[in-house]
């Protein structure tokens, strides 16, 4: 396991700028995870740490080695693609194997068996070892390629929405699971995710990105609760982050134009009266969409309270994020 | 697909095509088994008027192919001591003697030779350049795949003249180096164009996954990419064989003895002793042999290649 160090990474395709001076380091050790919209940076970025893409600019540094003059073998990164990317010639057996097979590698055979066998049975595939990689299903696949990742002992492990095709049970059982082996590994990890629950119960680091820019880089707690910019405080939140005029509920600082509103910011009985749109009961909590002066908000209540459509309830705000009229963070 | 689906055919349907399909099939194969019975008759019944279909077989034609003969007179045959085998007692049958082997056997050596070491050298070359055209950024990449085709645009006899002159300069007339490299040089457009279209089909992920699994580019080609291309490699494999395996007209005019291919020589059969029929017929199926086995060996991957891009998995 090492450290790596990105400094102003840079990459366009054509007119396209896909990496704009990224400056990050990843400790050796942390799960960081890159956090952005389709199109912003995250993929072609690990693409240029693993080597698969040429730099345009800026440096690599693996385990304090510059690597531009390396190929991708000689990196030693493991990576899980989104598109799984099974060899489809061969067995899930020899796909796990192909790794450390590897003319760099070359383990021992009864050291490969081990290693597959620990893997598969991580992984929930051991039943499936000696099917062809072509017949499984989805599910089946990316498990097979996370597999193939972690047979390894690589520098940095590099996953691109690694559990994106999983289906829900299965996706909070790995995530459990890639979580475990990190840490026990004490493994280095960079991880491309849209899901919120990934991002904030794997992460130690969370990097967001913005058109190729790294906006904020943090740990998950700070870019949720300190995040310094409308558009970061909108990659986190789950039901998202309420955004409002600074004049609707007043009282804010001078140059703040709009005030962003975590559902859980927003106290109940108090304050301005808002109308209740509906209730979205989801077990252990439920959603309150309101109207106020012409704005949706959603807020959460408890699940046993029940508003009818129509009702009228009292809210403030508490503790709101500040920003100016470019979305920045003001307080 | 499920066995209801709408778009399966019905019963009847299969039925009107598979009675199509069988039709077709027999009225193509017609000239082939009529070659390999003619192969069987003697020269008179290969000759009969009207055509015999049932008959004694006989392996003279056969005998014949693989032999020369002299004719000798009925009392120096009487003088012999009995025939040693089958073939003596054939010939002695028509007042002659085997002198000795004929040169069917070489040429069909020589056609093995060059139709296998042609194929070879056009598939090894042309999965080369298939796979640097489909991977890699080379400048006038288009132009120089078009030029690549274009070498096909004419009937290769149409340079027959210059490539004449050109190899009896070089020495390569009449070699078996000659004949490979031609006939790799004819192949090689359609074994590019063609595999370039099979390796297009394979994902670049499967490299890329191989490259950071810890192996180089080269590893990952012959590891990742051939295994894939394998159908193709297979179905390119049948045309660059059956290409060289039949071409006569450029054998009749490079090769006359060391390196001569069966097609050119079968013929010279029929002027040997009269129309030894039976014995070019004989020729003609020992030389389809090889294509066929060849082809029935590959057959799997060659029928994915022919409907390839058609149902993309």
């Known amino acids: 396991m090492a450290e790596v160090v990105l400094r102003d990474l840079s990459k366009r395709f054509g007119d396209t700028v896909a990496v704009d001076g990224i400056d990050m380091v990843i400790p050796d050790g942390a799960f960081v995870v890159l956090l952005g919209p389709t199109g912003a940076g995250k993929t072609t970025t690990l693409r240029l ?7 345009d600019a800026g440096t690599v540094h693996i385990g304090g080695r510059d690597v531009a003059a390396e190929i991708p073998a000689q990196r030693d990164v493991a990576m899980v ?29 009864a050291e490969i068996d081990r290693k597959v066998a620990e893997v598969a049975e991580v992984l929930q595939i051991t039943h499936k070892l000696d099917n062809k990689a072509t017949a499984l299903s989805g599910g089946e696949m990316q498990r097979v390629s996370i597999g193939r990742a972690l047979v390894r002992d690589p520098s940095i492990y590099l996953m691109d929405e690694p559990l994106s095709s999983l289906d829900a049970k ?76 600074a004049d609707v509920f007043g009282g804010v600082p001078d ?3 709009q005030i962003g509103l975590r559902p859980e910011h927003i106290a109940q009985g108090e304050g301005q009266e808002a109308e209740v749109i509906r209730v979205e009961h989801l077990g252990d909590q439920a959603r309150l969409h309101l109207t106020l002066k012409g704005h949706a908000i959603t807020t959460l209540t408890d699940p046993h309270q029940d508003y009818a459509p129509g009702a009228h309830i009292k809210i403030a705000p508490r503790n709101p994020l500040c920003f100016d009229a470019s979305g920045n963070r003001i307080a | 697909m499920s066995a209801h689906s709408i778009t399966e055919p019905s019963s009847r349907q299969k039925w009107v095509a598979g009675t ?66 089958f073939a003596e007692e054939i010939v002695r049958n028509r007042n002659m003697v085997i002198a000795g082997p004929s040169k069917f056997g070489e040429r069909f050596m020589n056609s093995v030779i060059i139709g296998f070491g042609s194929t070879f050298l056009s598939i090894f070359l042309g999965t080369l350049a298939a796979y640097a055209f489909s991977r ?46 031609l006939y790799t040089a004819v192949n090689i457009s359609l074994a590019v164009w063609l595999l370039k279209g099979f390796i297009d089909e394979i994902p670049r992920e499967y490299e890329e996954a191989a490259l950071i699994d810890g192996y180089t580019r080269f590893q990952a080609f012959y590891k990742v990419v051939l295994p894939q291309a394998a159908t193709g490699i297979a179905s390119t494999a049948i ?23 069966a097609p050119p020589f079968i013929p010279t059969i029929i002027g040997v002793g009269g129309l030894d029929w039976p014995a070019v017929a004989a020729g003609a199926t020992i030389f389809l042999l090889p294509v066929m086995i060849f082809t029935i060996l590959l057959r799997k991957h060659l029928l994915r290649g022919i409907t390839f891009g058609a149902v993309r998995k």
């Open chain 1, 255 to 257: 140059g703040v134009t």
């Open chain 2, 20 to 85: 199509l399909v069988i039709l077709y099939a027999l009225i193509t194969i017609t000239p082939l088994i009529w070659i390999l019975m003619t192969g069987f008759k003697t020269p008179p019944d290969s000759i009969s008027y009207p055509p015999k279909v049932v008959f004694t077989p006989s392996l003279e034609g056969y005998v014949n192919l693989f032999t020369t003969r002299t004719r000798v007179s009925p009392e120096a045959l009487a003088a012999l001591p009995p025939p040693a085998n």
């Open chain 1, 170 to 245: 299965l996706r909070t059982d790995l995530r459990v699971e890639l979580k475990r082996i990190q840490a026990s590994l004490g493994a280095t990890l960079l991880y491309v995710t849209h899901d919120q629950i990934e991002a904030m119960t794997m992460a130690t680091h969370v990097g967001v990105l913005n058109e190729g820019r790294l906006v904020q880089f943090g740990s998950p707690r700070e870019i949720y609760e300190n995040p310094n910019s409308l558009y970061v405080a909108g990659r986190l939140g789950l039901p998202r982050i309420n955004v409002l005029p």
């Open chain 1, 49 to 55: 740490i693993a080597g698969l893409e040429k730099l």
């Open chain 2, 239 to 261: 045309f660059c064989l059956i290409f060289a395996w039949n071409e006569y007209a450029f054998a009749v005019l490079l090769t006359s003895g060391t390196a001569q291919t």
């Open chain 2, 136 to 181: 890699f950024k080379i400048p006038l990449a288009d132009d120089l795949l078009f030029f690549i085709l274009s070498t096909r645009m004419m009937p290769p006899i149409a340079v027959a003249i210059p490539i004449f002159l050109m190899y009896r300069n070089l020495g390569l007339s009449d070699t078996h180096l000659g004949m490979i490299l």
């Open chain 1, 81 to 109: 693609f989104q598109q799984y990317s099974l060899y489809p010639h061969l067995s899930v057996r020899e796909n796990l194997a192909f790794p450390l097979k590897s003319p760099i590698l070359k383990t021992p055979k």
